[in-house]
Structures are given as structure tokens and as C-alpha cells.
């Protein structure tokens, strides 16, 4: 599986897959949730090692106001069904118009690093974070880059299952927190 998403990200190519069993797609689909999932963790550990080596401060985050004034089945509809609808609509979904175009790998990549600097938006906009943004926000980087090879290889619906089970794999731990009333500090 890496070394096709090495190939994949030397020289991006919109080929559909339309031979696949859904079993070979499901297979595929699971390896690409835990890389993504894999990713964002090392990433995110990543990031927040330097910020304590470096004692940056980067605010609130946004997950913190969406936790505070919303119901779990709330959060869980907007994370889980909402934001992977709409973002894979306007981050995948107009991949299909360059499909056959030479700047096909181009403007994935945009897409791609669009995808995760939107993301920016859900801590407090400093100077730090916006410098510190393409490190804040590479896990979504790169789990957007594995959301543009899934969406090219089998399809929209695909990139939005995939994103929502991630969200959901993400969520649903800190729904249960919330639901609980665990206190974590």
C-alpha cells in the first residue's frame, strides 16, 4: 500500500478504479483510515512537542466551544455527517473537472493543502499559529492527501465514508468523555 501512495504523490493521476471488488475497496478503505489515523496522531504528537520545547502558546481550540455549547448527538451530526459531506464536496468533489487535465496534479495539491489550512480556523488566529499553521495543520494535510487518492481511485461517496469514519474514530472517544462527565484536567 505505501509504495502505491509514494507513486501516487511523485506523480498524481485521476484513474478510477472500477474493477474492484467492494471487498478489495473495503480493504483498501481500512488500510487508508488507520494510515490516516496513524498520520495525525505521529503529527499531532509532533506538534505538540515543539510547542512545549518552545513554549508556544496556541489558545483554545475549536473543539473546545463545540463541546461546551452543543449536545453529543449535535456534535456528533456535525462531525460526523456534516463536515465530511461538505468538505469532501468542495475539497474532492471538483477533482472530477480535471481529471484529464496535465494540471491534475497541481491542483490536487491545492485542494489538498487548502483543505488542511481551513482548518487553521479552529484555533485562535495569532502570529504564532499563523506561522506555526503548516505544522498546526499537517495532520489534516495529510489525511487530505490520502482523502484526494481515495476519492480518485473509487469515488466522492468513498472520501466522504472514509472522512466520516475518521472524525467518527476521533470523536466518539471524547463524546463518550462528554456524555460521561469525566473531567479530563
Request: glycine letters at 4%.
Amino acid at each position: 500500500m505505501l509504495p502505491e501512495l509514494i507513486v501516487f504523490a511523485k506523480k498524481p493521476i485521476y484513474a478510477q478504479d472500477v474493477n474492484s471488488k467492494t471487498s478489495d475497496k473495503l480493504r483498501l478503505f481500512s488500510i487508508l483510515l488507520v494510515l490516516a489515523l496513524c498520520s495525525s496522531i505521529i503529527l499531532l504528537i509532533l506538534a505538540s512537542v515543539i510547542q512545549l520545547i518552545f513554549n508556544i502558546e496556541v489558545g483554545e481550540h475549536a473543539i473546545d466551544d463545540l463541546f461546551n455549547n452543543n449536545s453529543e448527538i449535535k456534535i456528533f451530526f456535525l462531525a460526523v455527517i456534516v463536515a465530511p459531506f461538505f468538505e469532501e464536496l468542495i475539497f474532492r468533489g471538483p477533482l472530477i473537472f480535471f481529471k484529464n487535465s496535465k494540471y491534475f496534479p497541481i491542483i490536487l495539491y491545492i485542494f489538498t493543502i487548502a483543505f488542511g489550512l481551513v482548518h487553521i480556523s479552529n484555533f485562535e488566529l495569532t502570529t504564532q499559529v499563523l506561522l506555526l499553521s503548516p505544522l498546526l495543520v499537517a495532520p489534516q494535510i495529510s489525511v487530505g492527501f490520502l482523502l484526494g487518492y481515495i476519492r480518485v481511485k473509487f469515488g466522492l461517496f468513498w472520501s466522504m465514508a472514509l472522512h466520516a469514519c475518521y472524525n467518527m474514530v476521533l470523536i466518539v472517544p471524547l463524546l463518550l468523555v462528554k456524555l460521561l462527565d469525566i473531567p479530563l484536567e
